[in-house]
């Protein structure tokens, strides 16, 4: 089964995640058989927005069944969940460790998206 | 004639410039174009009577059954405002710049087009001889442009304008000053100041537009940063607003300086005189 974790860089498993999900630099897709790992860059890491949308766009096109990142944004989170991706948030240090978690049944589903986006104030 | 207030940094007095100049001048428009946060009102005190206008954009809506998931449309669109999800098309209205591209691109029709509330515009034309209008954006938006626009609609080539922009130099603040004859920049004698000047000059410059500096908060030892590189890049210094207690109290209180210290009427129109000379 295939997991989506947002990664600061490219160096295999033991590249840094990025707790940004949108705006991170690489975007890591692993393999939990064989643990392996390959590497998307991030186009939309600039972008004036989207950013969210373009990552949950990128990753449901990658088939992953599940996306690993600190927090994901209101869009981001709607898009996932329309695809049937898990979300689940967590801080580790390397994409290693997001996926061992995982694995180990560690990690709780997001229900909720983690923050607010980033438009200013939202009305709820 | 129509003059636009701007700065790149936030913060370093265009409401205060705008305001004042408005204050001092015959026959004159103030429309507040800041549609993500208006607070020449705060100064101008105005009455809305509850009467605005309604500001819509389009949207795209995709009919479901006639959609093949082609994607072309969340190809297309430069801003994610589309994604594909298990065979079906999401909107993201608040990322939308309403170009209608998805709808002209999709293929088999199933892109439509529905107007989205996106702001208000409201005024008060009881301030002789100031009209006042300004526009909001409302909570959520992401795009001002469509509130501004729709303000500068109201725009009368009888009088003499003046627009307050937003901070900044990207599209909102560039869609308040292109229209305009001259535009202000309004900076401060720090180092911030100064970056953000640049940046804004370089959009002045690469619009064509005509503007000049106004310094606030202006002191003798300080201003020379700025004035250094106004002297090279052949800028000229409108005014200087002084870092001076007593404008600072005013502007605390909600009192536009002009409204309380008789010497700068005159100077805010010696300065409209200046522009006026300059844009001829």
């Given amino acids: ?124 | 004639m129509i003059i636009t207030v701007l700065s790149g940094k936030g913060g370093t007095g265009k409401t205060t410039v705008a305001t004042n100049l408005a204050l001092s001048l015959e026959n004159v428009q103030l429309l507040d174009a800041d549609v993500e946060e208006p607070d020449a009102c705060i100064f101008i005190k105005p009455d809305f009577a509850d009467e605005y206008e309604i500001v819509y954009r389009l949207i795209p809506v995709v009919d479901e059954a006639k959609c093949t998931a082609c994607r072309k449309c969340v190809d297309f669109c430069e801003y994610n405002a589309l994604a594909l999800m298990l065979d079906s098309i999401l909107v993201f209205p608040e990322i939308c710049h309403s170009c209608g591209g998805c709808a002209r691109i999709c293929p088999v029709g199933a892109i439509s087009e529905k107007e989205r509330e996106i702001g208000k515009i409201k005024w008060d034309h009881s301030k002789r001889p100031l009209e006042f209008w300004q526009g909001e954006l409302n909570i959520g938006e992401e795009s001002p442009v469509p509130v501004i626009e729709k303000l500068k609609e109201h725009i009368d080539p009888e009088k003499t304008v003046i627009i307050d922009a937003q901070p900044g130099t990207t599209c909102p603040a560039i869609e308040a000053a292109i229209d305009s004859d001259y535009c202000i920049l309004v900076t401060e004698p720090t180092p911030f100041g100064l970056n953000d000047l640049r940046m804004a000059v370089e959009v002045m410059r690469e619009t064509g537009k005509n503007f000049g500096v106004i310094i606030n908060r202006s002191e003798d030892e300080y201003d020379g940063i700025i004035e250094e590189y106004c002297a090279r890049e052949g800028i000229d210094i409108l005014l200087k607003i002084p870092f001076a207690k007593e404008i600072a109290r005013l502007y605390s209180k909600g009192i536009s300086f002009v409204e309380e210290l008789p010497e700068w009427k005159p100077r805010f129109q010696e300065l409209f005189k200046k522009i006026e000379g300059l844009v001829r």
């Fill in chain 1, 1 to 124: 089964m295939l997991i989506g974790i947002s990664a600061s860089d490219n160096r295999g498993l033991d590249a840094k995640m990025d707790s940004r999900f949108g705006r991170a630099n690489f975007f890591a897709i692993v393999d939990t058989e064989n643990m392996e790992a390959r590497f998307i860059e991030n186009s939309a890491a600039s972008a004036d927005s989207g950013a969210g949308v373009g990552a949950a766009q990128l990753f449901a096109d990658q088939n992953v069944a599940a996306v690993i990142s600190g927090d994901f944004g209101p869009k981001a989170f709607i898009a996932l969940k329309t695809a049937g991706i898990e979300l689940y948030s967590y801080r580790g240090s390397t994409i290693r460790e997001a996926v061992e978690a995982y694995k180990n049944g560690e990690l709780r589903e997001l229900g909720v998206s983690s923050n607010n986006g980033h438009a200013g104030f939202r009305q709820v």
